[in-house]
Nanobody, 125 residues
Framework: QLHIVESGGGLVQPGGSLRLSCAAS????????IGWFRQAPGKEREGVSC????????NYADFVKGRFTMSRDNTNNTVYLQMNSLKPEDTAVYYC??????????????????WGQGTQVTVSS
């Protein structure tokens, strides 16, 4: 069982930045695709970004392209989501998830098998 822990959420003003972290001891082997998802109150969960294992690259939802950047540090067993130019509509609980399925990562949550507990991001003045 993969134990994923997210951190870094909080309250930020519009236009501000936050960096989310997602850690699991098993990430060091670079065996997993990692995805970030979010769910706002009353809305369905949506894929935000993902990073493939073994240098397979990243993928972003259109609504975060140019604002969010995902990276991984296998030496520290951590994946990051740098979020810049935050908007009120980015307010949600953000979840980190992992999977070994498929050749490259995808933004479909049903392809992910392991999930963290989530971290709240609130963008408000």
């Amino acid at each position: 069982q993969l134990h994923i822990v997210e951190s870094g959420g909080g309250l930020v003003q519009p236009g501000g930045s936050l960096r989310l972290s997602c850690a699991a001891s098993e990430f060091s082997g670079d065996y997993y695709h990692i995805g970030w998802f979010r769910q706002a109150p009353g809305k369905e969960r949506e894929g935000v970004s993902c990073i493939s294992r073994s240098g397979g690259g990243t993928n972003y939802a259109d609504f975060v392209k140019g604002r969010f950047t995902m990276s991984r540090d296998n030496t520290n067993n951590t994946v990051y989501l740098q979020m810049n130019s935050l908007k009120p509509e980015d307010t949600a609980v953000y979840y980190c998830a992992a999977t070994r399925r498929l050749r490259l990562c995808v933004l479909w949550g049903d392809k992910y098998d392991y999930w963290g507990q989530g971290t709240q991001v609130t963008v408000s003045s």
